[in-house]
């Protein structure tokens, strides 16, 4: 159904900000059926539920928005979906494109994707995608078919596979790990920094794509907080324990560049050096840094190519942001930027676009939590403000840094051969 376009400007609270408007909003989310045949087959079995799919990361890139569907319930036929960046006709809820292809989508095949959460975009176009490998986490009967993975494609050739890495047991625990958030550090022949939100065994997933190895750092500061557990969203209770969530890197032109993230389970925002993450030290105590408590509790935060980090309020329908270069202190220079009790219900990811655009995602997840979606009812949004800034991953003048090359080992090689069907091929090349 066609929703009548809404541009309404949120409530802006601080000053020399520019306001969040509606660019998006979905009551529900369908996608672009091979068939309609597809469709009523998909809704008789169960395996489409309106109800049950919702928007969760958001990324840009050259006039397309990509976007996560998690498969947190069954029901959820696409998991990585793709749409223009700006309506199309004054349709403010599109359909989403199977990306990069239904095939990609098939539950129960390992090589297709299972339950993406989040992914990110670097400068030169690939898509860094974490697949936790479960499913339906939220459902009676928890679904684990796969290891989770990082897939990297390429969006330049229509989302050709690049490289697919199974994290080992000991990073990511197969069937409990919950593979989050992902920030990319251009430095050191690529770096990779993932929330793992296992609740037995959170901590911060490192791989490096130079040599495409993994490891994780774990700490008591990434565990959830048993005062920040409980909480409340329009009127909705909340009483999940999430530890580690949030993740955000500081800009690339800066010197000695810091990692910052929060357990959503908490109210405190950490920081820990970069260099002590590729190191692989096996006691951190003395790198992380608790800068400061929030006001409430955080689920995404991202960073600008200027040093200001963004962050959800949850529990106040709000996001803040910080200017690390112009505050030292997070606590005295925290400032809450938009507050909107409707239309700010959940601000869950972030993203920049190449004109300097800040989106955010609010997708009233509290409802999906608490199986209480009311599908005639607007319930997922995008939102964008105008910053005249990229994302941490450029300089501040707009520019990219040098870009790590994907070298292609043999294993790989191996991988990406029988992911995209060419299996007949390799062994006759291999004979």
């Avoid at 309404?8 to 509606?22: G, I, N, Q, S, Y």
């Avoid at 400032?335 to 219900?345: A, K, N, P, W």
């Amino acid at each position: 159904m066609k929703i009548v376009v809404l541009l309404v400007t949120l409530v802006a609270v601080a000053k020399c900000h520019e306001p969040f408007r509606v660019v998006f909003q979905w009551n529900t989310i369908d996608v672009m059926w091979p068939s309609e045949e597809n469709k009523e087959y998909a809704i008789s079995h169960n395996d489409y539920v309106p109800a049950n799919n919702f928007i969760a990361g958001i990324k840009f890139w050259k006039g397309k928005m990509y976007l996560t569907i998690p498969r947190w319930k069954d029901g959820v036929p696409v998991t990585l979906g793709v749409t223009s960046a700006k309506p199309v006709n004054h349709i403010t809820a599109p359909k989403l494109e199977a990306f990069p292809s239904w095939e990609m989508q098939k539950i129960g095949d390992c090589s297709a994707f299972q339950m993406v959460q989040s992914m990110e975009i670097d400068p030169i176009g690939r898509m860094w995608v974490l697949d936790s490998g479960k499913m339906s986490p939220l459902s009676l009967e928890v679904k684990t078919t796969c290891p989770p993975r990082l897939v990297i494609l390429d969006l330049e050739k229509n989302g050709e596979v690049l490289r697919i890495y199974e994290f080992p047991a000991n990073v990511a625990r197969h069937g409990t790990a919950h593979l989050n958030d992902i920030v990319l550090d251009h430095e050191d022949g690529g770096m990779a920094y993932i929330t793992d939100s296992d609740r037995n065994d959170p901590g911060i997933i490192v791989y490096s794509l130079r040599n495409n190895t993994s490891w994780k750092v774990r700490h008591d500061s990434m565990k959830a907080k048993h005062e920040a557990i409980k909480f409340m969203i329009s009127k909705t209770p909340i009483n999940i324990p999430v530890p580690v969530d949030g993740i955000a890197l500081s800009p690339a032109s800066s010197n000695d560049r810091q990692i910052y993230y929060s357990p959503l389970s908490s109210f405190h925002l950490y920081s820990i050096p970069t260099s002590v993450l590729k190191n692989n030290a096996s006691n951190v105590d003395s790198y992380v840094k608790e800068l400061g408590r929030k006001n409430s509790q955080t689920d995404g935060m991202m960073m600008s190519a200027k040093g200001v980090l963004y962050f959800g309020l949850l529990a106040d329908d709000a996001v803040a942001m910080w200017d690390t270069k112009q505050s030292i202190s997070f606590t005295t220079g925290q400032r809450v930027i938009s507050r909107d009790h409707e239309r700010m219900q959940w601000p869950d990811t972030f993203a920049f676009d190449e004109d300097g655009n800040f989106y955010c995602v609010t997708n009233s997840l509290q409802n999906i939590l608490e199986n209480r979606v009311n599908v005639s009812i607007p319930n997922y949004r995008v939102v964008r403000s105008e910053t005249g800034v990229k994302s941490y991953q450029y300089l501040e003048d707009g520019t990219a840094p040098e870009q790590p090359e994907i070298p292609t080992s043999a294993a790989n090689r191996i991988s990406l051969a029988v992911t995209t069907g060419l299996t007949i091929l390799l062994a006759f090349v291999v004979q």
